[in-house]
Structure formats: structure tokens, C-alpha cells
């Protein structure tokens, strides 16, 4: 028999440790404009071609160029920019609070603004996203209350979830944002059976469903697709390939050999790899996929290209497993300063203006916070009293919780 | 009234639910077009469209997170995993969603659905076709637990559960389908027909959850059971001439602990009876929280008949199960004792 | 807003039904030899444009043709040919059999004879098979003993796994055959485990992992497609489309907007669709992706057309669900009759001679058959000990077993 | 002897297994270059090489199936869970393979791994960063499930679990990481430096598997512990002043019977404590084993002090976690009783 040589494991490893810059030519980029633009009834296999290449609109002058165009409305343009700003600032200001104690843990998502609230912005209000922690762009976009934003944040006595989640893990149903899980990839699945659902009932409301590139690993994300395709579900099945998973780089979720958004292609679903950071691109891949699913032509894969700007959350020090300065090297840029550069370059905007409306963001996050700490932190111990703990594991309180409830009161 | 058998009780709460409730939807692994590998679902199809009952992929876990999906866009999933042996790729969406759903969100989703699965041995499935998982249901808080043991509570209880806005599991005894087996498996196979329990009205009914029902008055012994095991034990009872008092659980958990507690009370004694596998089975929870409640009253240890801690082996099928002889070996112990 | 129509859910339909002929121009195939052969080391992607070609080699006249063509050794191709009828009388005789009540339950592979025999001929003895309940095929061809199978079968006091599992869930460790699971696709994973575990070790031997269309769609089918591309396990992913699932078609696994075979091309794994009925396309494309994972080169995925010509098991009554002569007008015909007339069609083989093999082979199988049912049948309740029903569970009797041990040995 | 913290007699550990056997392999999610979120194996990576200890995908299901698959190649697979809350997707992988391989081919292949997961509440980590999944473990037979709580017993009881033979499910009470949390969460933390059962050899020893550990010997009552729980069940007798002997099991299953049968038929009362949710919890099975085999001695009910039915809450972890106050009070029941 031939000798052949002993086999060895392959273990990926990022194009960037600390102390080694990213070599970041691993982005397959396309010029802005570049990729075809496929009719909204395209059949399954139709973005075969252009799967692997990256849908972008904005060019480094800050024009909107190519098939892609959205030719959007430049109020909508503004309402986003507003948006990513107002999100950015609620971050900022959260990492803030947070290291003072007044909530326990918090995860943000600079640099990722433009896709959480791009696609709201492309959405139908009552159309339900099925988000991961990286999508409050989402709410700040469909308007819900930063006040009570924060109250979940702080786990205080206005909390909505009542203090019983995670900060972050938020719920809307009336803002079409699914109640966050701590378990990865879950609601991933569950988008594709809501989008069933309407499917089922008749309805036009579609879904969006949202998964990080390391959770496309999990089972759940397999299901989405299989039960996507299998029953063409009027849904929006969005990866945000942000580069990292906590420490792990997305080679680790199998990003080396194949785009994320080939995972798509290979179910029989139209998908396209998007730049993420470009507004512009968002809006519009989002419509044509929102298009798609509402003229029931089947479920769109969308992969995002972006970057975790900052730590994986407020437990994270990515100084440990990636160079420091990555983001500013990122290719993409940062998808708030391109919008900005467009908006001006149109005569929407300008940077006196863009100076005024941070400032009134700013306050408005500042009044915001304000009020939310008046209903408490976590620090303050203003919180649900602890009897409401036995409320809502199930419709009504069974004997054996009305025990213990009645156990943890004699206690005190 | 019809005499029905467990199949087509179970098959008739389906269609009268899709009848009157048009968020009521069926699907699963064969289900759809051919019926279920058990006939469970045989015609419903046919009579509801295909978008109301229908085949899924192989996907366990896909299945339920679709329909806590379709939960909470308002519909009332009911599901069937083909063999409760391989409900375990569905378990994070059982556990960590459809359980927790209500809870995380404060009420602001929920998810209503029903998680039917032929479950139990004694039809020489071997160790994947024939595990009893009940256990691994009742330590999650948030899920309903519940098993029939005859055809009026099958449908009885299905309905219930589909109304439920709670998700529940639905452990269907496959050895009952056909009959009312009492774990002699060498003698003529009973059928249900002519069986009082099997009389079943066609229409809308139900049995509510968290009521056990005592299926034989006795004073000489409590005996918890549910599913097969109440067969089995009313066998027992009668082989050893034993005069103990019978309590099907029917809900599992949340559970009837006042008919249990109001009967070791009074016969303090008890023995537990259930297929699945000793340890950490459900049956440790009934024996702490009768030993918790009724300690004063207990004249012997409450003991335990269940599966051997093995998987269920294939050919040694019947030395696995605990038929007639083991569990009136545990009433003679008890009453002794 | 546009007013868009109510959605509707789509439930895929198979192509035939009881009393509606099966129109089998779904099946996209090629001729024969119509598929280009990249060399072993193909990249990753360079399988992307034939993934849904059909790889053939034997030509309606029996004529091997084509870059794939193994230009095996007649020998071989006997050897093929006898294992594929020696499991095909296995499987007759054992029907029979659980007829009489002789064994619980059985299933065949009847017309798919060709994929587990032919891959079994193309690796090395040491290679680790992680099949499923359908490859027999493998065991037979790798010459393990038709008593102990039966021994397994009839679950009777020489079992080798001592009556634990339902029929047909051989093991033999010896012969490179992994124990079959009755939970579907778990094995898919472990395969590229055992495969990785090689790498690890510097060893040489490879691992073949074995699915059927239907179970594609469970989490471990994507996890193991996940892993054997992040570390280039030396694995072949063999998924055998019979067409059917119990009573499924494979449209409801997602067979009908993308083959099964580019499930792999979107995970960035070299994948092929083959004719599974063409034994010498299945030795060429085995012993193909066999080189690349000894190479070093990384998992090969093989999606295998072939169909279910029996029930799918003895539980089973398929003509509740399909046409009962589909086998007969499936376009890939029987493996066994075209792998004889090529046989025949190179004078390597007559009819005489194939008769006088049937007719020894029968006699061999109807022999072992005699010599296992002297050790007993489920029916005759000549199994092993009931007491043996506690070894095994730890590798040593913990003290709870013993005393349940003890408990049942009381009892008797 | 060095004193270490949990987090580093556990590094320890897989350490000096790397270090002994080439067949040891180590990995998870974001174990290799970073070293784990909480730590565990910082440096093994940079020391053993990333083929021997690596990152994998986010893929629990995957990454323990493919330990099973190497165990099946002769590895001896140590895998990470990043956090007990997210072991459900591979539940059926070690359930159905890694439990019932021995079994189900006779002994012709095993796979022998180890699966480390951080559990327990006390981090205000929420519903999904705070579970004791130990019950779903010890109703599966083939399993064996370990709790250490201190360094030396995390150690030793690690190292014994890697050199089994049987699959091991290996819990780590995280709020113990740094120190021996006894629940007064408003009093300084209490660092492991200087505690005796945080004097650690370097080299290579073993804590026996199935062994409890009688942590304070006493004769008012007995208790039954794990993890954090026997921290806080000392706290309790410390402040309650009751005499209690507080058994830490260590090893949940399979069981020390012998040491538990020993103190309760010497105490004639039982406390069984454990963070996880009670009902179905392996309190009862414990309650279930002790009245079973201690029925005669027994002077009052078992009690059970356990995590409530509900979800960990994140804002209310306090009023959840079965505190020094909730166990005292159970010990004064039983000793009043
Ligand atoms: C089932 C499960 N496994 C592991 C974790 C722990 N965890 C939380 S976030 C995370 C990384 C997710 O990465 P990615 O999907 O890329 O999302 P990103 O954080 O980059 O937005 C991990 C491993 C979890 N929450 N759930
Ligand atoms: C996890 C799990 N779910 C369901 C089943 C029941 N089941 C056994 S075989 C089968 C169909 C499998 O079809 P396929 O994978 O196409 O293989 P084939 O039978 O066609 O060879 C099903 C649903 C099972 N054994 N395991
Ligand atoms: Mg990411
Ligand atoms: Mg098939």
C-alpha cells in the first residue's frame, strides 16, 4: 500500500493576535455597486453566483452607486442615522452605569448599528423580529421607551420582565421584538414557525430572524433553515457576521472554507453577503428580502458583514485574544460615520447639524437614565419584590408555588 | 358514545379540537399524508388541509421551536414526537424555551403547545422505543405533565391539554393503545372494546388537569401509578388478593397531592409503581413528598417498582418490565412490613 | 401600502401517490460520464459546479465510461457483485424469518446494495464505518460472519450484544462498523470525531459516516458537516437518498430547492452527487474521497441516489403512501442486474456462472441461518441470561445495581 | 503543596492529565487560546499544543458527539460546556451515546469522557447562567455525576473522573471558583487562599469516585449536601447552633449509600439541601433512598431545602438561593419536629 504521512488536525487561527495586526485581506470585498441585483422572485439557486461576493452601495466618497441603490427617502436616512446615534449614545452610557453597579452586566453593539436598525427602518412595525442581544438598533428604531429600556437594564421595580432576565434580554411584543433568550441560536427556529404561522393563518406579517455568525453552529440555525426552505417561510433570516464569537474568531464557526451565506444557497435559499456597515445596503437588501417573503416567494438569507467593535460584553476583555486597535482597521469602517459622510455629500446633512443632534440625543438618553434610575437599580435593591418570583411559569399559580411562596413570606 | 380504543380517543380530541378551534394545528414526523407511524392522526389530513396537518422534517428540535414559534403568532400547536426516545434533540426548545417563555417574558409571549409522544415498553421496542421520560419533564418548571391510561381520559386530557395555555406533555402509553395491558404479556391480548373506559362520547369533553382519579378503593395499601402500571397494579392487587387503593396521577405534575395525601392518610402505606428507570425517576418525588406529608401516618417504608437502572434491553424484555409478580411481591412487603 | 395577497404555507408533495405513477423526471441526472473528475485536491469550492450533476459510470449497455470509470479489477467487481447478493439473500431469508416470528423486526436495503458494499471494497480494513441500519452491505462485504448477524438478529444466546438492542443493530468493532443507534444521525458527529481523533493521533486510518436523506435534517447531520470542515477531518460524509423516510418523501428533508449534496459545497466541503445503483461509480467515488482524507485533504460529502425498494421496515406497509411498483420505474434500475451485465458485458462473468453463485450463496445463507437458530430465537426464548441485563450499564457493577440485580434474581 | 483556588486545581488537573496521558485531549468553546471564560484552561493550549486543546464551534451537541467519537478512537476527551444552562442541545448525544454505548454493543466500544460544566446561581447571572441541571444527569443510567466543593476535592475528583472509564458528568459550583461561598452574599468574599481544603499537591493524586466526605461530624441531624449548598448548610448549623453532621456527597451518582444509611440511622433526622429546582430534584431521590433504607430510625420527616419551581431570577437571586436562613430554619424543624 502507499506510505502515506501521518494526518494532522487543522485548528483555524484568526489573521490577528495581540501583538500580530489583523491581516484582514480574508474580507472577500467588492467594489460598491458591483453585484447584480436578481429580481425579488429569483428562484433558490439564482444568488449562486453572487453569494460569495459583497453586496455594498456606498462608495468611499460617501455616493450610493449600482443596482442596490435604495433611492431611499432621505428623512428615512436621517430616522436611521437618529437611531444608530441614539443607540451608540445608550450604550456608551450603559458601559457607564454599568461599571458604577447599577446593572449587572450589559452588551453592546458599536459598530453593528446599521443592521439591527436598517432593517426595522425596512420593516412593517408589526412585522416580529426575532432578535439576539445585539439588536437593540431594533427597538430604538420601532420607538420603544428608552425609559423602559433601562428599566430592564436595571432590573429595577419598573422592569418589564419584572427583574427576572439578564440586562439586555428585553421583550416587546407590541414593538414586534421577541423576548430575548440566554440560550444561543433558539429563536432562530422560532422565526421560521412564527413566519409559518402566518403563512398558515393567511396574514401578511413576516418575520426576521437573527443569529450571530458562532451561533450558526448550533442546531437551531440548521432547523431554521431546513423548515424555511421546506415550507418557503415568509422570512428574513439575518447572520451578523461580526468577526468574533466571545474569544473565538468566525473560522472556528466554519467561516474558512465558505461564507455563512452559502449555508443558504446550500439549503435551496436565495442568500446574499451584504456589507453591513453600509446603511444604504441595509435598507435595501432588507426591502428586497421583506419583498420576497411578503409576496410569499420564500424566506432570504442575508449575511452581514461587520465587526464587533468592543468587548464580547461588559465579562470580556478582548485585549486577551485579538489586537487592540482592530476596529479602526476594520475595512468596512464605521457604518454611523459613512451614513453621516452620505447625508452630507447629498446636502441632507451637515456636520453643524449632526453636532446639534448629538447633543439632543445625548440629552434625551441622559433625561432617560434619569427617570429610569428613579424606579431603581439593581444596586438600590428597587426592585419586583421577590413574591413575584412564583408569577408566570404558568398561566395560573399552581398549589405546589403557592406553597413556597408561602414558605419564602413566613421566612421573612 | 363509541368504543373507542386509546388511538382513536387520542385521534378524536385532535379532530374535535381542528374542528372547533381554527389556531389548532397537527404536524409532525408522518403525520400528515400517512397518519403517524400509529394511526394517531390517520384521516386528519385529508379532512383539514395539509396546512393544518402536515409531515415535518426529521428534526425533533426544529419541530417544537417551530411551533413555539407559531405559539406565539397565536396558534395552538399540538406535535407528535414519533417515540418519547427521541424527544431529547428537542429538549433545549422544551426546556429552555416553551418552559421558560412565559416566565423570562413576563407574560408577554407565551407559547401554548402540546407535546404528544408515545412513550413505555412491553411491545419488544428495544432500549430506543420504549423509555418512559417523565422525569426529565417534571423537574422543569413551567412544563404540564400528563398520562392516560385509558381511551375516556386520553381524549379527555388531550383536549384539556390543548386548551391549556400552559405547554404540556402529552406521554401516550403505546402499549394501551390497543388494550388495557396488565403486564401478562403471555396471555390473549385484551382489546378495549366492551372496557367501561373505553366508552368515549364523539364530541367535545375533557378531564382536568391535576386530578388524579382513584381507580380501586382499598384500605389496605395506597398504590401511585399512572399509564401501564395502573394496569399492572390493579393485576397485582387482584392476584394477591391485596386490598389496595389504586390512584391513577393522570397529571404528573403540576400533581392531585391532596387525593394522594388524603389516602396514605389513611392506609398508611404506599407503594409506587412506574416503567421508567428507578433513579431520580418521578417516583422518587411522589415517595419524598408523601414521606413529607404523610410521615406521621406511615407504618412502612414507601416503596418503589420501576424499570432496573439499565437501558430497557430488547430481549430480556419481560424481567425488565415490572409486571404483576414484582409489583404484588412490593404490596406483600408493604402490608407486611 | 401595496396590498399583498394572504400568505399561504407550501407543504412539499411527492412527485406519486397510491394510484398516481411516481413522474420521476424530478431526479436530475446526467449520462453517464458526463462529470468531470477533479483531481483529489481539489479546494473546497471546486466541486460547486457539478454538486448537482449525477456522477455515472455504467451506460445503459453496461459499458463503464467516463473520467470516474475505477478500471477496477474484474475480481473486485465480483466480489462486489457476491456481497451485494450475499445481503440481499440475508435480507430475503430474515424477512421470511420475522414473519415466523423468529426476530422482532427487520429491516433491508434492498437496491441500495451497491453503496455499502462498493464503499466497503474501497477502504482499508481499519477504516471506522458509522452506518446506519441500511449497511448491512458493509459488514457482509467485509466478510463478518453471517451467524453472528443472525445470532444479533434473532436475538438469541449468542448475540453478540447479548439481546440488548433491537435487530439489525450490529457492532463489530473488528470488521470497522461502529454500533448502530436507534436514534437517528447521532453517529454522523461521532464519525468526524473518531476521523479527528486520527488527525490528532498522527494515524492514517479514516472515517466513513453514513446518513439517510430523511435524518439530514437533524442537528448532528450539521454539526458534523460544521466540524469536519473547521478541522479537515479525514472523513467521507455519505448521505444515502433513497428518496423516502418512513413515509416521507425526501422533498419534506428539503431535497426539493437544493440537492442534499449542496448541503456540503455550502459548508465548504468537496462534495459530489452520485449514482448509487452504479457499483463502479460508487467504487470510484469511495475510493476518491477515500485518498483525500488519507491525504490530508479534508472531508469529502457524497450524496448517494439510489431508492428504498422494500418497506422501510418489517412495521412498515409502504403502499399506504407510494405507488406500488415505483421501484420498478425508478430510473437507476437494480444495482445488482447492472453491475452483472457489465460483468457479463466485459466476459468477466455468464450467466451460468451467476446462477451457480446465487444458488451457493443461497445455500450459504439458508446454512448460517441453521447453525444460528441452534442457538435460539427470540421465540424460542433461548437468550442470554435475564442477570446480564446489569453488566455493561458502568464498566463494573455499581452497589444500586447489584441490589436490583438481587431483586430480580429473588424474584425467580 | 501549593494553595489554589477551584479554578486552578481544576486547570490543575486537566494539567497533570496532559501532562501523564497522550490521549487526553481538552476542548470547548473558547478553551483554547483564550483559556474559558472562567479561566479553566488558561496556558494548557500555549503547552500542549492546539491539537491536544482547542477552541470549537458553538455546537454542544457537537462538540460532546465528536467526543464521543474520539473517546470510540481511543482519546480520553475532556469537553467544556461554557455553563451547566447550555448542556441541552447535547443532551441527546449524552443520553442516547455517551450513557448507552457500553450497553448497547456489549462492551465493544466505549466512550469514555468527561464533561466539565460550571453550574449554580450566587453570580447574578440570570435564568440561563445560574441552573443545577444535576437531576437530569442522575436519572440517566451510565452516567456519572460528580460535584466537588472545595480545590482539593475539584482536583482529585477531576483527575478521577478523566481516568474513568465511564462518561462523567463533572460539575463545578462557580460561585465556589474563587472562594467557599456560604450564602452571606452582603459579607465580604472569603478568598481560597489559606483554607485548608485549598492546599493542592501539584502532582498527580485522586479523590475515589462514589465516596461522600463527612464534612462535620455531629449527631442532631444529618445533611445532605453538594457543591455551594455544604458551605451554607455549615453556615447554618454555625448560626443555628445545632449539631448537625454534614455529609458532602461529592460523587451524586452512582452513591455513597453506606455513609448516608450510616449518620441517618445514627441522627434519625435528615436535611437534604441543594440549589436545584426541588421538584424532581435529586433531593428526592436522596429523600426517596433515605426513608427507603432509614425508615425505622427516622424521628422526623426528610426535609428538603432546594432551589424554588421557578426559573433562577436575576433581580431576586437572594430570595431564590436557598441562603443560610432557609437551611437553618429546616434544621430547627426537623430537630423540633
Ligand atoms: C447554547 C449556548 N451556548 C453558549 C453560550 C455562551 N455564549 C454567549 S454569547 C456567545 C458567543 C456568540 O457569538 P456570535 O453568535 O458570533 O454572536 P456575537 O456575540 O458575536 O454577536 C457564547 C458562546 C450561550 N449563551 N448559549
Ligand atoms: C431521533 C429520531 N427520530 C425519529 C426516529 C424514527 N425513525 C426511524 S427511521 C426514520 C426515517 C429515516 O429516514 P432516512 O434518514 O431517509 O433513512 P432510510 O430509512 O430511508 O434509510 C424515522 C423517522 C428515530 N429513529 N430517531
Ligand atoms: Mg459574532
Ligand atoms: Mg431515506
Redesign the interface.
Known amino acids: 500500500m502507499t506510505p502515506y504521512p501521518p494526518l494532522r488536525l487543522h485548528v483555524p487561527e484568526p489573521p490577528g493576535r495581540p501583538g500580530r495586526e489583523t491581516d484582514f485581506s480574508y474580507l472577500k470585498l467588492s467594489p460598491a455597486g458591483a453585484v447584480r441585483r436578481p429580481p425579488v422572485d429569483v428562484r433558490p439557486s439564482g444568488t449562486e453566483d453572487i453569494v460569495d461576493q459583497l453586496v455594498r452601495v456606498l462608495d468611499d466618497d460617501g455616493r450610493a452607486v449600482g443596482p442596490w441603490d435604495p433611492k431611499a427617502d432621505p428623512q428615512l436616512l436621517l430616522a436611521g442615522l437618529r437611531a444608530m446615534l441614539k443607540t451608540r449614545f445608550l450604550d456608551a452610557r450603559m458601559l457607564v452605569a454599568q461599571r458604577q453597579k447599577k446593572l449587572s452586566f450589559y452588551m453592546q453593539c458599536l459598530g453593528e448599528e446599521a443592521i439591527g436598525v436598517g432593517q426595522a427602518l425596512s420593516l412593517r412595525p408589526d412585522d ?1 423580529c ?1 432578535p439576539t442581544y445585539r439588536q437593540q438598533g431594533i427597538l430604538v428604531a420601532r420607538g420603544y421607551s428608552l425609559v423602559d429600556m433601562m428599566c430592564q437594564l436595571f432590573s429595577n421595580e419598573r422592569d ?3 427583574g ?2 439578564l440586562p439586555v ?1 428585553y ?3 407590541r414593538h414586534g421584538f ?2 430575548i ?3 444561543l441560536a ?1 429563536q432562530y ?13 393567511g396574514d401578511t406579517r413576516i ?1 426576521s430572524a437573527w443569529i450571530g455568525d458562532g451561533s450558526t453552529a448550533e ?2 440555525f ?3 433553515l ?2 424555511a426552505a ?1 415550507y418557503r417561510a415568509p422570512v428574513i433570516l439575518n447572520i451578523v457576521n461580526n468577526q468574533w464569537a466571545i474569544s473565538s474568531f468566525q473560522g472556528i464557526a466554519g467561516g474558512e472554507a465558505a461564507s455563512f451565506a452559502a449555508r443558504g444557497v446550500g439549503n435551496g435559499i436565495v442568500s446574499l453577503r451584504v456589507d453591513g456597515n453600509d446603511f444604504l445596503a441595509v435598507l435595501s437588501v432588507s426591502g428586497w428580502a421583506a419583498e420576497r417573503a411578503r409576496r410569499g416567494l420564500g424566506p432570504t438569507l442575508v449575511e452581514w458583514t461587520t465587526y464587533r467593535a468592543g468587548a464580547h460584553s461588559t465579562s470580556d476583555d478582548p485585549s486577551k485574544y485579538r489586537p487592540a486597535d482592530d476596529w479602526g482597521r476594520f475595512p468596512l469602517g464605521d457604518p454611523v460615520a459613512r451614513l453621516k459622510k452620505h447625508l452630507v455629500a447629498i446636502g441632507a446633512w451637515s456636520d453643524g447639524e449632526h453636532e446639534a443632534a448629538m447633543k439632543a440625543i445625548e440629552a434625551e438618553v441622559v433625561a432617560a437614565q434619569k427617570e429610569a434610575e428613579s424606579h431603581g437599580t439593581l444596586a438600590s435593591g428597587l426592585v419586583h419584590d421577590a413574591s413575584t418570583m412564583f ?5 395560573d399559580i ?3 408555588l403557592l406553597r413556597q411562596r408561602r414558605e419564602l413570606e413566613d421566612l421573612s | 358514545m363509541t368504543s373507542m380504543t386509546m388511538i382513536q380517543a387520542i385521534r378524536s380530541a385532535m379532530d374535535v379540537k381542528l374542528g372547533m378551534d381554527g ?1 389548532v ?1 397537527v404536524f409532525g ?2 403525520v ?3 397518519g403517524g ?1 400509529f394511526r394517531c392522526t390517520d384521516g386528519l389530513q385529508a379532512k383539514y388541509g ?3 396537518v ?9 419541530l417544537v ?11 395552538r400547536p399540538v406535535v407528535e414526537i414519533q417515540f418519547a ?2 424527544f ?2 428537542a ?3 422544551i ?3 416553551a418552559a ?11 407559547a401554548p403547545l402540546t407535546i404528544r409522544m408515545p412513550c413505555g415498553g412491553g411491545i ?6 420504549s423509555q418512559s421520560p417523565e ?2 419533564f ?2 422543569v ?2 412544563l ?1 405533565t400528563v398520562m392516560p391510561s385509558n381511551p375516556y381520559d386520553a381524549k379527555g386530557l388531550l383536549v384539556a391539554s390543548i386548551e ?3 405547554p404540556v406533555i402529552f406521554l401516550e402509553p403505546k402499549r394501551l393503545y390497543n388494550g388495557p395491558f396488565d403486564g401478562h404479556h403471555d396471555r390473549p391480548v385484551v382489546p378495549w372494546a366492551g372496557h367501561p373506559l373505553a366508552e368515549v362520547p364523539e364530541g367535545h369533553y375533557s378531564v382536568p388537569l ?1 386530578s388524579a382519579a382513584v381507580r380501586r378503593p382499598g384500605n389496605a395499601l395506597t398504590v401511585l401509578a399512572y399509564g401501564t402500571m395502573v394496569w399492572v397494579s390493579e393485576a397485582a392487587a387482584r392476584e394477591t388478593g391485596i386490598d389496595a387503593e389504586i390512584i391513577d396521577l393522570r397529571s404528573l ?3 392531585d ?1 391532596e387525593t394522594i395525601v388524603r389516602s396514605v392518610t389513611k392506609t398508611g402505606r404506599c407503594v409506587i409503581v412506574h416503567e421508567a ?9 411522589l ?2 413528598l408523601v ?2 406529608h404523610c ?1 406521621y401516618h ?1 407504618e ?5 417498582v420501576a424499570g ?4 430497557y ?4 424484555e419481560w ?2 418490565f415490572p409486571g404483576p ?2 409489583v404484588g ?1 412490593a404490596f406483600r412487603r408493604v402490608t407486611e412490613a
Not at chain 1, 427556529?189 to 393563518?201: K, L, Y
Not at chain 2, 402536515?54 to 426544529?62: K, L, S, V
Not at chain 2, 421551536?65 to 396558534?75: D, P, R, T
Not at chain 2, 421558560?100 to 407565551?110: E, I, N, Q, V
Open positions: 416580529m426575532f418589564p420582565v419584572k427576572r432576565q434580554m421583550t416587546s411584543r421577541f423576548s433568550s440566554g440560550n433558539t427556529i422560532q422565526a421560521v414557525g412564527w413566519a409559518m404561522a402566518s403563512a398558515i393563518r418575520a442546531a437551531d440548521h432547523s431554521a431546513t423548515f421546506v408569577d408566570d411559569v404558568y398561566r399552581p398549589a405546589h | 389556531d394545528v414526523e408522518d400528515g399524508y400517512f407511524v395539509a396546512s393544518r402536515f409531515d415535518t422534517p426529521i428534526a425533533e428540535g426544529g421551536g417551530v411551533a413555539i414559534g407559531m405559539g406565539a403568532n397565536g396558534l426516545d427521541y431529547y434533540p429538549y433545549d426548545q426546556v429552555s424555551e421558560r417563555l412565559r416566565y423570562r417574558s413576563a407574560g408577554d409571549f407565551t419488544y421496542g428495544g432500549q430506543t422505543h422525569a426529565l417534571t423537574h418548571c413551567g404540564r391549556c395555555d400552559d391535576e405534575w403540576p400533581l397531592l428507570t428507578r433513579t431520580s425517576g418521578f417516583g422518587a418525588e415517595a419524598a414521606q413529607e410521615f406511615l412502612a417504608p414507601i416503596e418503589r432496573w437502572d439499565t437501558p434491553p430488547h430481549a430480556q424481567a425488565y409478580a414484582r411481591a
